[in-house]
């Protein structure tokens, strides 16, 4: 039930976009995205609800694709503070499994100077 | 600002000892879960716990066990630790089931 991320690892430019996916087998109700810097805990970015609309922080926004069971994260203009590592965590449908979260592997993004 | 806590945050010990990683949070929230993770993998859910006396298990099976006497307190116990265990368990908590997880820092974890 882990969904799959990619990709796997990106490096970019200060100032350069980045697109993160997450993607699952199964029906969503909702998505988490995440940030993790090494040695830290994982921050809380966004949720993506079922039926609910893009939702934009900053720079760095997403959407939810419910016919494909699909989110993207969306980071523009990135800044060396984007560096870390990003986890989407999808809840399936409620009722099913009481509003758990199944993680990806993340994707790694690197922003140089 | 999330006020979850784990101690102790590094902890080397040999084959064979029990321990105890602690997890407290002082946010009232029902829900707390117990996560693994490897270095540059997914985070896996190995415990979690709706409430007070209430303890499910994760996907991952787990050695470990743990306990949910008090709202705010979900520590987790190895009776006899493993090379095998050695990991990063990250504590997290949330109001309710699917709503915003906090993470705690993590305890890394290293057995000999």
């Known amino acids: 039930q882990q969904p799959v991320q990619s990709p796997q690892a990106v490096i970019l430019r200060e100032g350069e976009d980045a697109v993160i996916n997450c993607s699952s087998s199964?029906?969503?109700?909702?998505v988490h995205w995440y940030r993790q810097k090494h040695g830290e805990a994982p921050v809380f970015l966004m949720i993506?609800?079922?039926?609910?609309e893009q939702k934009g922080h900053e720079k760095i926004s997403a959407s939810f694709n419910e016919k494909k069971q699909q989110s993207s994260l969306y980071l523009t203009a990135s800044q060396l503070s984007y560096s870390g590592t990003y986890f989407c965590?999808?809840?399936?449908?409620?009722?099913?499994?009481?509003?758990?979260?199944?993680f990806g592997r993340g994707t790694q993004l690197t922003v140089w100077p | 600002e999330a006020d979850i806590y784990q101690t102790p945050r590094y902890l080397v010990i040999g084959t064979g000892k029990k321990i105890t990683l602690e997890c407290s949070q002082t946010?009232?929230?029902?829900?707390m879960y117990w996560y693994q993770q490897d270095p540059g993998m997914e985070l896996h859910l190995i415990h979690y716990s709706y409430g007070v006396n209430s303890t499910e298990k994760g996907d991952l099976s787990s050695e470990s066990t743990v306990s949910r006497i008090r709202t705010e307190h979900f520590p987790l116990t190895l009776e006899s630790a493993r090379p095998s265990h050695t990991s990063q368990y990250l504590c997290?908590?949330?109001?309710?089931?699917?709503?915003?997880?906090?993470f705690g820092p993590g305890t890394r974890l290293l057995v000999l």
């Open positions: 997290a908590s949330s109001r309710h089931g699917g709503e915003t997880q906090y």
């Open positions: 946010m009232g929230h029902d829900k």
């Open positions: 199964k029906a969503l109700y909702s």
């Open positions: 993506l609800l079922k039926g609910g």
């Open positions: 965590g999808t809840e399936v449908e409620r009722g099913s499994t009481l509003g758990r979260l199944y």
